[in-house]
């Protein structure tokens, strides 16, 4: 009862009514794992957030270096038209120079790079389809469950791809990559209402970093064990197994440690339950009797900001992820255990980077030295304009594989802005909807998951460094141009339409209403009033 005591007397102070649920009496179990807890549950949370979103990018990047060891590389009919080309090749790697390359037994499939391009697309099919259905069910029943058997069934995909390549060929894979897109489509709309639900908006930049700075940890480690497991000639069936079984060992930690909302967590601190219930920025007891206003969704600026925004970034990080390993060892003519090295140190770059511009973002907003707004822009051009520079200067790099690994690995560092940027601003604008606004915004962008890898497939069809050249051109202009719209029209304050009952409506609504008419409603507000922040 102290517990819900607390509760009341922090929304008291907010001005606002306290809904609290019932608790129930704690028990000796209960007790022993209160005292047990030395972390706050939040960072907890977090760094199975973290966890969680490696084991995603692990699962979803894991063929990207192994289909290099799939298909069988036999010279064809364009081999005479690449000999002509003389400085758009490169030479092979100094380990196989002066030897004649051993034929990797395991490499048994003629696919085209039309036909590769085509495979690794289609796990974003998957991922698309599920994004606005994922953060319907992580709204409606919590993030806890959606998430976690989202990645669950990821994971058994995973364990069970070399069975399905080996029985059904290309058309097998490409249905298994779609299922697996589907299992992992609610993972960010459903952390995003977890985030919502137990992070403070002061703590969300570094909060953001170290939950999706687990992309970067899994695109590391799935890099890197990859490699590993791939080197020598080995099975490319070990890295399924491997990242397969690693997906289902998240699972059960993440059953056994965390919870959908604070007020749901059995033994979470009575002192941080306070402090969470009166910090966070959510109408959670209100918000779940109305519908997600799509109506004003679909016409803010900031929410189409927001978007462009993403599909920008979506396009040059998968341009990264899918087709880094395959421009290393294709082009600059890496071997593949140096190729699953090298690829990896992209991804601890834009890690490391991530926590120093989430920290300095939060310490700016606190101090008062910019607005929550400015520091999504800024952040948000630092991790577009500097990466599109970056990878063009790769690109005329040529051979010189010391200067373009050295542009690589500039270009991700600098993408780390991307977490303190435009990637938690979906919190700051709708806290009551960050499930549903990011299903929004992750299936818009996630067709540059699907045009970008088949795209680079159509344009690269030799793996010359003009082909290249073109494909990180394009990468330049959607980068840089969905920057700008996002400068243009970018904010940082919750909406009106998040909570229409605290805000009221604008003096221009003419859509109807968002929520059902409530006679006690009070009358509209002044935006700037309440907004303010």
């Given at each position: 009862m102290e517990n819900q005591d607390m509760q009341v007397q922090a929304h008291k102070l907010l001005g606002q009514e306290a809904q609290i649920p019932p608790t129930r009496p704690d028990n000796a179990l209960t007790r022993t794992l209160r005292s047990c807890c030395i972390i706050p549950q939040r960072y907890i949370l977090g760094v199975m957030g973290l966890l969680g979103v490696c084991n995603a990018y692990t699962m979803r990047v894991c063929l990207n270096l192994a289909i290099t060891q799939m298909v069988n590389r036999t010279k064809g009919v364009n081999e005479s038209y690449i000999d002509l080309l003389g400085d758009n090749t490169c030479p092979d790697d100094v380990v196989n120079s002066t030897s004649v390359a051993l034929e990797n037994p395991y490499a048994i499939f003629k696919w085209d790079e039309k036909t590769q391009g085509l495979i690794l697309s289609g796990f974003y099919y998957g991922y698309a389809a599920t994004q606005v259905p994922g953060g319907y069910l992580a709204e409606k029943f919590g993030g806890k469950w959606t998430l976690g058997v989202g990645l669950l069934s990821t994971a058994l995909f995973t364990f069970l791809t070399p069975f399905v390549i080996n029985s059904t060929g290309a058309t097998g894979l490409f249905i298994l990559r779609v299922l697996q897109g589907m299992g992992e489509g609610p993972t960010m709309p459903a952390l995003m209402i977890m985030l919502a639900r137990w992070v403070p908006p002061h703590e969300r930049s570094f909060q953001g970093a170290l939950v999706f700075g687990g992309a970067q940890i899994g695109n590391i480690f799935g890099s890197f064990m990859s490699g590993i497991l791939l080197a020598d000639g080995r099975d490319w069936?070990?890295?399924?197994?491997?990242?397969?079984?690693?997906?289902?060992?998240?699972?059960?930690?993440?059953?056994?440690?965390?919870?959908?909302?604070?007020?749901?967590?059995?033994?979470?601190?009575?002192?941080?339950?306070?402090?969470?219930?009166?910090?966070?920025?959510?109408?959670?007891?209100?918000?779940?009797?109305?519908?997600?206003?799509?109506?004003?969704?679909?016409?803010?600026?900031?929410?189409?900001?927001?978007?462009?925004?993403?599909?920008?970034?979506?396009?040059?990080?998968?341009?990264?992820?899918?087709?880094?390993?395959?421009?290393?060892?294709?082009?600059?003519?890496?071997?593949?255990?140096?190729?699953?090295?090298?690829?990896?140190?992209?991804?601890?770059?834009?890690?490391?980077?991530?926590?120093?511009?989430?920290?300095?973002?939060?310490?700016?907003?606190?101090?008062?030295?910019?607005?929550?707004?400015?520091?999504r822009i800024i952040h948000t051009t630092v991790a577009a304009t500097g990466p599109a520079i970056c990878i063009i200067l790769a690109s005329y790099a040529g051979c010189d594989r010391t200067a373009a690994m050295v542009y690589f690995v500039l270009s991700m560092a600098l993408m780390g802005g991307f977490y303190s940027g435009m990637k938690v601003n979906a919190l700051d604008l709708a806290p009551n909807y960050a499930g549903s606004l990011t299903s929004l915004v992750n299936t818009t962008s996630t067709f540059a998951g699907i045009a970008t890898p088949y795209l680079i497939g159509l344009m690269t069809p030799n793996s010359t460094l003009s082909e290249w050249r073109g494909a990180f051109w394009v990468c330049f202009a959607v980068l840089v141009g969905t920057n700008v719209v996002y400068c243009i029209w970018a904010d940082g304050k919750q909406q009106w339409w998040d909570d229409v009952r605290q805000f009221g409506y604008p003096p221009d609504w003419k859509h109807g209403p968002l929520i059902k008419e409530n006679k006690e409603r009070p009358d509209t507000v002044k935006l700037s009033d309440q907004r303010d922040r």
């Open positions: 069936s070990y890295v399924f197994y491997f990242f397969g079984g690693f997906g289902i060992f998240w699972f059960i930690m993440w059953s056994l440690l965390c919870y959908s909302t604070p007020n749901t967590h059995p033994y979470i601190s009575k002192k941080e339950l306070a402090y969470l219930t009166k910090n966070v920025t959510t109408a959670e007891t209100q918000s779940k009797k109305d519908p997600v206003p799509w109506k004003a969704i679909l016409r803010s600026a900031p929410v189409w900001a927001l978007v462009c925004a993403a599909v920008g970034h979506d396009w040059g990080y998968y341009t990264m992820v899918s087709d880094l390993p395959k421009y290393s060892h294709d082009v600059l003519k890496f071997n593949i255990a140096t190729t699953g090295t090298l690829t990896a140190l992209p991804y601890i770059a834009m890690w490391i980077c991530s926590f120093l511009f989430g920290f300095v973002c939060d310490l700016c907003i606190k101090k008062g030295w910019h607005t929550i707004k400015t520091g």
